[in-house]
C-alpha cells in the first residue's frame, strides 16, 4: 500500500515561485494516476492538475492553466508540481492523491492521499 507524503509548501509574496514535491514508499509511483488537490478554509477540496501512469497526459485547472506544471521523477519516485505566478488566491492546503486505476478530477477518485503541505500566497 503507497504512502505519500507531501513537502515544499511555504510562504512567499505573489508572483512568486514554490515547487512542492509528493514522495511515495511502499510503491512505485509510476504504477499510479496522481493528482494535486488543493483546499482553502471553508472551502471543499480542489482539483488543481494530475497526470496518468505514464506521465503522457496532463490536465489542469482553468485557474492554474499556465502556471503550474505537474511532472513525474521515476527515479526519486516522486510527483512534482511547479507552481509559478503565485497569487493569493492559491493559498491553501495542497495535497497529493493517488490511484492504480482511476484518475479524474474529483478527490473521490483516489485511494492513496498524503497529510497536505502549506501554501500561503501574500498580496
Known amino acids: 500500500q503507497v504512502q505519500l507524503v507531501e513537502s515544499g509548501g511555504g510562504s512567499v509574496q505573489a508572483g512568486g515561485s514554490l515547487r512542492l514535491s509528493c514522495a511515495a514508499s511502499?510503491?512505485?509511483?509510476?504504477?499510479?494516476?496522481a493528482a494535486w488537490f488543493r483546499q482553502a478554509p471553508g472551502k471543499e477540496r480542489e482539483f488543481v492538475a494530475n497526470?496518468?501512469?505514464?506521465?503522457?497526459?496532463?490536465y489542469y485547472s482553468n485557474s492554474v492553466q499556465g502556471r503550474f506544471t505537474v511532472s513525474r521523477d521515476v527515479a526519486k519516485n516522486t510527483i512534482d508540481l511547479q507552481m509559478s505566478g503565485l497569487k493569493p488566491e492559491d493559498t491553501a492546503v495542497y495535497y497529493c492523491?493517488?490511484?492504480?486505476?482511476?484518475?479524474?478530477?474529483?478527490?473521490?477518485?483516489?485511494?492513496?492521499w498524503g497529510q497536505g503541505t502549506q501554501v500561503t500566497v501574500s498580496s
Open positions: 497526470v496518468d501512469r505514464g506521465g503522457n497526459s496532463k
Open positions: 511502499g510503491g512505485t509511483l509510476s504504477s499510479y494516476h
Open positions: 492523491e493517488a490511484d492504480g486505476f482511476r484518475m479524474g478530477r474529483s478527490p473521490n477518485n483516489y485511494n492513496y
